[in-house]
């Protein structure tokens, strides 16, 4: 799938979210998603919760393993790990790195580097793995 493909894939699957969220990069095997952060996303102090760094984490490996595999809306997180390393910058987006280590016919494994606008370093890094659909 395209850049402007798993743009219209989210829209059409999450609607409820996908504002949220923008694809500015597919390769193979890889995918780089940006949540464009809102006072929702924000935790006491100012800075990116741990749930919103979860959702782009998620939704970024989500979107590399449908860019491979076109449009298979079941695909399921099964196992997510995440460390949060540093602090985000408050109130800036964050960007998700995410390329896919294993594409099996069953289980996808994907790591996600994600940066806070402006920092070179990484604020979390993510592994998930996830449950694909059977061909019916």
């Known amino acids: 799938m395209t ?5 219209q ?3 059409e699957v999450f609607p409820q979210v996908h504002a949220d969220f923008g694809v500015e990069e597919v390769q ?6 940006r949540l464009k952060v809102g006072e929702r996303h924000l ?4 800075t990116v919760s741990g749930p919103a760094m979860f959702s782009l984490a998620d939704v970024s490996a989500y979107l ?3 860019a491979m595999i076109g449009p298979k809306a079941l695909a399921v997180t099964t196992n997510c790990s995440i460390d949060f ?3 985000p910058v408050n109130h800036a987006d964050l960007i998700a790195e995410c390329r896919l280590l294993k594409l099996g016919k069953v289980l996808a494994v994907s790591d996600a580097l994600l940066f806070s606008e402006g920092m070179e370093q990484p604020v979390a ?3 998930l793995t ?3 659909p059977p061909e019916r």
Not at 3 to 7: I, N, Q, R, T
Not at 28 to 33: E, L, S, T
Not at 43 to 46: E, Q, V, Y
């Open 85 to 87: 390393m540093r602090k």
């Open 9 to 11: 894939f989210l829209v």
């Open 64 to 66: 590399a393993i449908m």
């Open 3 to 7: 850049k402007e493909d798993l743009e």
């Open 28 to 33: 193979d095997m890889f995918v780089r998603i």
């Open 43 to 46: 935790r006491p102090g100012g």
């Open 125 to 127: 890094r993510a592994t």
């Open 130 to 132: 996830y449950s694909i």
